[in-house]
């Protein structure tokens, strides 16, 4: 142990007497400490913030297409299905959205418009929240009632005010016009960093029960897709097992793949795969700059041991063993190594906090670096192994010097 301290006070020592050359020595390593925990750091980061803004947007949700075949037989989605869905405990609520293209004429215009016939569910699937009055509920469902809902900024647009609760709508979709009360108002998200909800000259949209579209549109009531909103507490493969089986025994298509599932925990996870298979490509490019440093680090000690050739011999002829020549120069390669991934750690993460904060700033979002513990240890420990590797051949280069021809350079 006495003789680590030595060692270590002497790699001070030469490090001090040199701190230009040993400043550039380390710059390598700092670049490719910095390097990687700044873009790990942002790459966490921007995962974390886009993981959270499509948690509100769709967490929990199952999809189930209709298949092919499905289609080839005419087996779709029926409101009996969505009865039976709905009764199972392990959901919350079902919604089908079908969309129809069409017009409206008000006092501010005319608009185009989406017409959107949903089950009372729809306002779990857009996670809504209500501003004015309220969502039309089951029985309106039921009796096919003509009412509808729509988000505060379209009712802005289409008549100046968001106070239109009570207020008629006329639709025209396929040639035929229907007029629709408004029965409630819900408050328009924000734009998050990632998911966008408007954008500029598009349609309005009104929400109304699917049963009130029957006469505008046939087989309105035969659905090519359904959304399960699961209950949060049950796994997602229970929910769409069960869902599956309901749909087979009602279709009596037991082994026919009629209908396919998508989970939203699904299109979540292969999204974060693709961000974190970018983030370690750039990662890795970075962390070739340590290799460079390591490289540097060897030519520097390579030089060092040349300068010091006469220092050695003399040690050595003073009974100076092998090992410990080895391990004074191995012990300065390694301080060089570590004092520039501690100078990188701080940089990476000052970097991190610095090109996020002018990203939100410019962008108008929020993102905080995702700063890991591990990624720190992870590359802070690989860069002490690359000093300690590219430290080994000049430290064993100065260990077998022979004391004799290293007294005879000058």
Known sequence: MGNMIE??????????????????????????????????????GTTNQMNSEINDVGVGQIYINCSEDAQKAEEWITPDDLEDLKALDEVDGVSVASTLVGETTTGKGNFSLYLTGDTEDAKMVNNDSMKRGNYFTDADVAEARNVCVISDMDAKRLFGTDDVVGMDIDVTSYDITKTYRIVGVTEQKENGTFVS?????????????????????????????????????VDSKVVTEKALHVLERNHQSAGEDYYQVQSFQDVLKVMNQMMGMVTAFISFVAGISLLVGGIGVMNIMLVSVTERTREIGIRKSLGAKTSSIMMQFLAESAIITAIGGIIGIVLGIAAAFGICSIISQSMEMAISPGISPGTILIATAFACAVGVFFGIYPAKKAAKLSPIEALRRN
């Not at 020592?13 to 790990?40: C, D, E, P, Q, Y």
């Not at 505008?216 to 209950?231: H, Q």
């Open 197 to 233: 909800y408007t954008y500029e000259g598009m349609p309005s949209y009104i929400t109304v029960p699917y049963t009130s579209l029957s006469d505008v549109m046939e087989g309105i009531e035969e659905f090519y897709s359904v959304t399960i909103i699961g209950n949060k507490s």
């Open 7 to 44: 060692y270590v006070k002497m790699a001070i020592h030469n490090i001090l007497a040199n701190k230009g050359r040993s400043f550039l020595t380390m710059l390598g390593i700092i670049i490719g400490i910095s390097s990687v925990i700044a873009i790990v750091s942002i790459g966490q």
